[in-house]
């Protein structure tokens, strides 16, 4: 039997947060800060902690959905799905133990809008989220969505915080979609150049093949293929490759999920030697891009990262010339905005949004863009 956390047990730590932020003052959200490192710089806004919104306020596995506080740890989260055969099928990272920094919870999963290595198949975060509690800088509660998707009509304010880097305000609960686990699941690897890979990939997902990952990293083309066992096996047949086991295949997924395995540890020892780990967004046809340092291709192409000494301007300038964006990940120096400039127009509806949920501007300044 699971035990739930009663949603009166959260009455006083929602008080004292709703008092806080009342009084005024910049405040700078976070859980156990696992993800410090992300987005602009912490400034000197005093840190206040969500830890106190912990446990899983409602749970119905045959409804398909989850209610929990945002200080509940991702990975707690998973376990509880795991018991019924179910789990965050978006992959969020959960940034466990040392090598991240620490846990991740709930709260900093929306609030970054991270998503692992089934992301193209599964879809984002925001896709997932259903409904949302948010307290606004007035010490107010605010609700907003349900716990199924047909109650999701117009402008669908919950799904606007997955990716806001906490800048509107704090997210108190979060009702997230969950779906079943995949019956079958097998992982197939691949000698492939990067323009091999990347022409591979788009050819995959142009076909009706069970694929819910892909990745490729230094010559070596990685496939994952989950569903129906019938449809796992066809597949597998029809593609060739070399199949991994499971018991080395689950660890590799997980490590690129946690962004914990090699290619990251390798990008933060970089960083320390003045290099930047780059997360790049673009079409997942473009072809191959001349970036000097190493990369990983994940989302059948759409999520490049490059580890590299690039200055920011020449990089995003090759990025925006193939219809994308780039985003700063892991950086020692962030003077050049961590994430994209906005035209005219976006920077409009950011501030106008600042403006209604945060008019005083206390929640994480400069966390997104300096000005917010």
Excluded: C
Excluded at 90 to 103: C, D, I
Excluded at 257 to 276: I, K, N, P, W
């Amino acid at each position: 039997m699971t035990a739930f956390v009663p949603a009166t047990t959260l009455i006083d730590p929602l008080e004292a947060l709703a008092a806080r932020f009342r009084e005024g003052g910049p405040a700078r959200l976070t859980g156990h800060g696992s993800k410090d490192f992300y987005g602009g710089p912490l400034g000197e806004a005093e840190a206040v902690s969500t830890l106190a919104l912990s446990g899983v306020l409602a749970y119905e596995p045959s409804e398909l959905y989850i209610t929990v506080a945002a200080g509940t740890p991702v990975a707690e989260v998973e376990a509880l799905l795991a018991e019924h055969g179910q789990h965050l099928a978006f992959e969020p990272p959960r940034f466990m133990g040392a090598a991240s920094g620490g846990t991740g919870t709930v709260g900093g999963m929306v609030a970054t809008g991270l998503s692992g290595p089934a992301r193209a198949t599964a879809g984002a975060v925001r896709d997932h989220v259903l409904g949302l509690t948010l307290l606004d800088a007035k010490g107010e509660l605010l609700h907003f969505g349900g716990t199924v998707m047909k109650n999701v009509a117009g402008y669908d304010v919950s799904r606007l915080m997955a990716g806001s880097m906490g800048v509107l305000g704090l997210i108190a609960q979060v009702t997230l979609k969950v779906l079943p686990r995949p019956v079958a699941s097998v992982t197939l690897r691949f000698e492939a150049s990067q323009e091999e890979a990347l022409l591979e990939m788009n050819r995959w997902g142009g076909q009706p093949l069970p694929v819910s990952a892909t990745a490729w990293w230094d010559g070596a083309l990685v496939l994952r293929l989950s569903g129906a066992e019938a449809a796992v096996t066809a597949a597998t047949r029809r593609l060739g490759g070399d199949v991994i086991p499971e018991a080395m295949a689950a660890p590799f997924w997980q490590g690129l999920r946690d962004q914990s395995d090699e290619f990251f540890l390798g990008a933060r020892r970089a960083v320390q030697g003045g290099a930047t780990l780059w997360r790049i967004a673009v079409p997942s046809t473009t072809l191959a891009m001349s970036l000097h340092g190493e990369q990983l291709i994940e989302w059948g192409g759409a999520q490049r990262w490059v580890v590299t000494p690039m200055a920011a301007a020449q990089l995003r300038e090759l990025v925006t010339a193939a219809g994308g964006h780039a985003t700063q990940f892991y950086a020692g120096d962030k003077s050049a905005g961590v994430f994209s400039p906005l035209g005219p127009q976006l920077t409009k509806i950011h501030k106008e949004l600042k403006q209604q949920f945060d008019p005083r501007g206390i929640f994480n300044p400069g966390r997104l863009y300096p000005d917010l």
